[in-house]
């Protein structure tokens, strides 16, 4: 338990756990890329198959027409839209031109919105049960010390 541990080991067990923190933050910072290689080129058979004019996105200024969506099943076996393959998340664009297309995309924001409350539901959870455990602790130590003092003036008396 944190009671039976000295002050001065408290103190290094935490300086200990800051540097952890610090050199996995380094350790994942030089991990991530700074660019991201468009899939649209990197991806074998969309550079394949995808026309310079289903990415009219690429050169002409465009507006995103259905947001970032998840696709079916059905959609990524028959290759359609195309886009489908890659990542499994399909966005609809309407270039300047008035070419409709379809692009992949990274995340899908209702999903990311719901693993985020569910994230936060999670640590209320844990931070309650954390709680009451101490809670609960206090109480058995209270309980402990008033023993202590009864015997102590029951001994005394």
Same mark, same amino acid.
């Given at each position: 338990?944190?009671?039976?541990?000295?002050?001065?080991?408290?103190?290094?067990?935490?300086?200990?756990?800051?540097?952890?923190?610090?050199?996995?933050?380094?350790?994942?910072?030089?991990?991530?890329?700074?660019?991201?290689?468009?899939?649209?080129?990197?991806?074998?058979?969309?550079?394949?198959?995808?026309?310079?004019?289903?990415?009219?996105?690429?050169?002409?200024?465009?507006?995103?027409?259905?947001?970032?969506?998840?696709?079916?099943?059905?959609?990524?076996?028959?290759?359609?839209?195309?886009?489908?393959?890659?990542?499994?998340?399909?966005?609809?664009?309407?270039?300047?031109?008035?070419?409709?297309?379809?692009?992949?995309?990274?995340?899908?924001?209702?999903?990311?919105? %719901?693993?985020?409350?569910?994230?936060?539901?999670?640590?209320?959870?844990?931070?309650?049960?954390?709680?009451?455990?101490?809670?609960?602790? %206090?109480?058995?130590?209270?309980?402990?010390?008033?023993?202590?003092? %009864?015997?102590?003036?029951?001994?005394?008396?």
């Amino acid at each position: 338990m944190i009671e039976l541990g000295s002050k001065k080991r408290m103190v290094v067990a935490i300086a200990a756990l800051a540097g952890l923190s610090v050199f996995i933050i380094i350790l994942e910072s030089t991990q991530l890329r700074s660019h991201q290689d468009d899939i649209h080129e990197s991806h074998p058979l969309l550079k394949e198959k995808l026309k310079p004019e289903d990415k009219c996105w690429t050169t002409e200024n465009y507006e995103i027409i259905e947001i970032c969506e998840v696709c079916t099943k059905e959609e990524i076996f028959g290759h359609k839209p195309l886009v489908c393959v890659a990542r499994g998340n399909k966005e609809k664009v309407r270039c300047d031109s008035g070419k409709e297309a379809f692009r992949s995309c990274d995340k899908v924001t209702r999903i990311e919105e %719901q693993k985020f409350w569910i994230f936060e539901f999670v640590c209320a959870v844990i931070g309650a049960l954390s709680a009451s455990v101490v809670f609960l602790r %206090q109480k058995q130590l209270d309980h402990k010390m008033y023993q202590k003092i %009864q015997r102590q003036i029951a001994a005394g008396v």
